[in-house]
């Protein structure tokens, strides 16, 4: 492994690192309520976590990671927004959070080496597998779009059930994604949140027992 595929590998990992970080928050929190929370401190984590991770996926030219941060991106803003946690955040971070997803989208569809039909043609990574990883990054993506259906029915920002059961499937597909694409950076966010996952689970149907 040469000193650029370890840069690359850094980078990925700091993003998965900061996502490992929201969720041991939101369990933590979550133990001592005794149901699963939605702190603000998840969402901010979400934003920055991402922005990494979509550089990540584009110096890896891997489709699936773009793809799935790409979709899920602006729930996390509007989630601090139903929260009443965006405007509190400092104006050149907020300029910088709506900026960059259009600096990247203006990127992926210009002629410069690592853009959107680089991503698409990647050959060191097999159709099907393309297909496998995509599909299962958009499951894991259809998370947010559960949360933030249920968030704005309302009002407010909730993890559910759905969202948690959702969050387990899609990851489970992204463990074998990773597994078979050689991804350490992707293998160890998914199988550090698959366990969390598993336990909002078991939060949310002990509260609903009761």
């Not at 492994?1 to 690359?8: D, E, G, K, R």
């Not at 941060?69 to 601090?80: E, K």
């Not at 509190?88 to 203006?106: D, E, S, W």
Request: charged share 15%.
């Amino acid at each position: 492994m040469n000193l650029s595929s370890l840069c690359i590998f850094a980078v990925g990992f700091t993003a998965q690192l900061l996502f490992a970080a929201r969720m041991i928050v939101q369990w933590v929190k979550s133990e001592k309520a005794g149901k699963s929370l939605s702190p603000v401190i998840f969402w901010q984590l979400s934003i920055l976590g991402s922005l990494i991770f979509l550089l990540y996926g584009i110096l890896r030219h891997d489709f699936a990671i773009v793809l799935g941060q790409v979709l899920v991106y602006f729930i996390y803003v509007r989630n601090l927004h139903l929260k009443e946690q965006w405007r509190p955040i400092p104006l050149i971070f907020r300029f910088i959070v709506i900026i960059a997803p259009i600096i990247t989208l203006g990127y992926l569809l210009s002629d410069m080496h690592g853009n959107l039909t680089s991503l698409l043609k990647n050959d060191e990574i097999s159709l099907p597998l393309k297909i496998w990883g995509s599909v299962g990054q958009v499951i894991f993506t259809l998370r947010f779009y559960v949360q933030w259906i249920d968030s704005e029915s309302k009002n407010e920002s909730v993890l559910t059930q759905r969202f948690w059961f959702v969050s387990g499937v899609g990851s489970f597909m992204i463990v074998i994604y990773a597994v078979l694409r050689f991804d350490p950076v992707l293998l160890f966010g998914q199988l550090s949140g698959l366990l969390i996952y598993l336990r909002n689970l078991k939060l949310g149907k002990t509260r609903v027992g009761k």
